[in-house]
């Protein structure tokens, strides 16, 4: 199946800084890869997701890149603020799940800090 | 229009016993999960449902069992629990239909201590 690794672990920086988290897959099968934001406390919620036909995709502060090449894609959180703190989640859609679940992969976490 | 609902929030409970997580979905999904969460790994999927009747196992299901009672329902039960059972778990639920690339809804978790 497939295999996410997500860096770094924890991640702190200044408020109005950008924030970047990295992933990697092994499959190059895969064609799905969100996004996913935890607040302390709360449950895990879609912030951005792309698929493989596109190389970046933007929504106001946020950003994903993607290279399929590479197999990996990239998290950018511009003009950081203290409410972006929380635990960052990749995923990558198993490509050998077709025509079962279509099972979401996870990386293991990035702790952001952003420090006021 | 609540999402996923799942219950309880919390339990503790002793080595041994057993319980069953409950959650329910209101937006008519055919594909249900159920993850655990521990520090530093991320979400692992435990059980999935693709669609209702059907049920397989993920990462890790290993001390657990599943039932998808029907379209809206999926429980996972712990039949003897353990200390490493100790976790927050998440349920969740997907639309699958035209390729699968859809958001996953997460319930609001359930914290498990074994004690």
């Known amino acids: 199946g497939e295999n996410v690794e997500q860096h770094p672990s924890t991640l702190s920086v200044q408020e109005g800084d950008s924030a970047v988290i990295k992933c990697t897959y092994s499959d190059s099968a895969s064609n799905y890869f969100p996004w996913y934001k935890q607040e302390l406390g709360k449950r895990p919620q879609l912030i951005i997701d792309i698929r493989s036909n596109v190389g970046e995709k933007k929504d106001q502060r946020i950003a994903v890149t993607l290279n399929k090449t590479a197999k990996h894609f990239s998290l950018h959180i511009t003009e950081t603020q203290p409410e972006d703190s929380a635990v960052y989640f990749c995923a990558a859609l198993d490509p050998l799940s077709s025509g079962s679940a279509r099972q979401l992969t996870f990386g293991s976490g990035t702790q952001l800090t952003v420090l006021p | 229009n609540a999402g996923v609902t799942q219950t309880p929030k919390f339990q503790v409970l002793k080595t041994g016993q057993s319980m069953t997580l409950q959650c329910a979905q209101d937006m008519n999904h055919n594909s249900m999960y159920w993850y655990r969460q521990d520090p530093g790994m991320g979400l692992r999927l435990i059980y999935y449902?693709?669609?209702?009747?059907?049920?397989d196992k993920g990462e890790v299901p290993n001390g657990y069992n599943v039932s998808r009672l029907n379209k809206r329902e999926f429980s996972l039960r712990l039949e003897s629990a353990a200390p490493s059972q100790t976790s927050v778990y998440f349920c969740a639920s997907r639309d699958i239909s035209g390729g699968g690339n859809t958001e996953a809804f997460f319930g609001q978790g359930t914290r498990l201590t074994v004690v």
């Open positions: 449902s693709a669609s209702e009747g059907t049920t």
